[in-house]
């Protein structure tokens, strides 16, 4: 069936260095990869997303990348801050739906 | 503030009990999905509406429902509650549903089951 997998569940940075968190995914045939952070007690908020007609995209400190033969994409976040510390969810869209298959998530912990 | 709310915030009840979500999507916005958020399962797909017509279904329980209304408001009905169904329930909604389309989640409910 569909399935998203995520890795690490639980990272921990220093102030300035970067993270780095990847998914995999089961179903060739999704398009879509959005990534949300979600703080505690609160709503999931899209920070980036991905459609599989390009290979990788940049927003200021986050990036992601996809690798569509492998089945695997990735986020990237450079000079943490401490504003970071979060769960980041990532999600793949099987074609054909609008649904999101969610992967465990990722608690981030950036470190003063 | 995404423009999606959700309704009650917060709801205790108890074992076979039925309770009733609600969700008003984003204005513009024709779909509206609900997930289910608990602490060893993360976010589950539970299902999708698109204009009032169901489009997609997960591993939504038989014990619950819902439906889209001409307005275009959802409703998650949850029945015979167990305590397993204790979790967050979070609505999104994007504009028609597509495959690749951005989904704004709303503050989501939390349910407590006693």
């Known amino acids: 069936g569909e399935n998203v997998e995520q890795h690490p569940s639980t990272l921990s940075v220093q102030e300035g260095d970067s993270a780095v968190i990847k998914c995999t995914y089961s179903?060739?045939?999704?398009?879509?990869f959005p990534w949300y952070k979600q703080e505690l007690g609160k709503r999931p908020q899209l920070i980036i997303d991905?459609?599989?007609?390009?290979g990788e995209k940049k927003d200021q400190r986050i990036a992601v990348t996809l690798n569509k033969t492998a089945k695997h994409f990735s986020l990237h976040i450079t000079e943490t801050q401490p504003e970071d510390s979060a769960v980041y969810f990532c999600?793949?869209?099987?074609?054909?739906?609008?649904?999101?298959?969610f992967g465990q998530g990722t608690t981030l912990q950036v470190k003063p | 503030d995404s423009g999606v709310t959700q309704t009650p915030k917060h709801l205790i009840t108890a074992t076979g009990q039925r309770v009733t979500l609600r969700c008003s999507p984003r204005?513009?916005?024709?779909?509206v999905y609900w997930y289910q958020q608990s602490l060893d399962q993360g976010l589950q797909f539970l299902i999708q509406?698109?204009?009032?017509?169901?489009?997609a279904k997960g591993n939504i329980l038989e014990r619950f429902s819902a439906q889209q209304f001409p307005d275009l408001h959802s409703e998650l009905n949850l029945s015979s509650l167990e305590l397993g169904d204790s979790a967050l329930y979070f609505c999104?909604?994007?504009?028609?549903?597509?495959?690749?389309?951005?989904?704004?989640f709303g503050p989501g409910t939390r349910l407590l089951v006693l």
């Open positions: 999104a909604s994007s504009v028609t549903g597509g495959e690749t389309e951005t989904q704004y």
């Open positions: 179903d060739s045939a999704s398009n879509y």
């Open positions: 991905i459609r599989s007609n390009v």
């Open positions: 999600a793949a869209g099987p074609s054909n739906t609008g649904k999101l298959i």
């Open positions: 204005s513009g916005d024709l779909s």
């Open positions: 509406y698109y204009n009032g017509e169901e489009r």
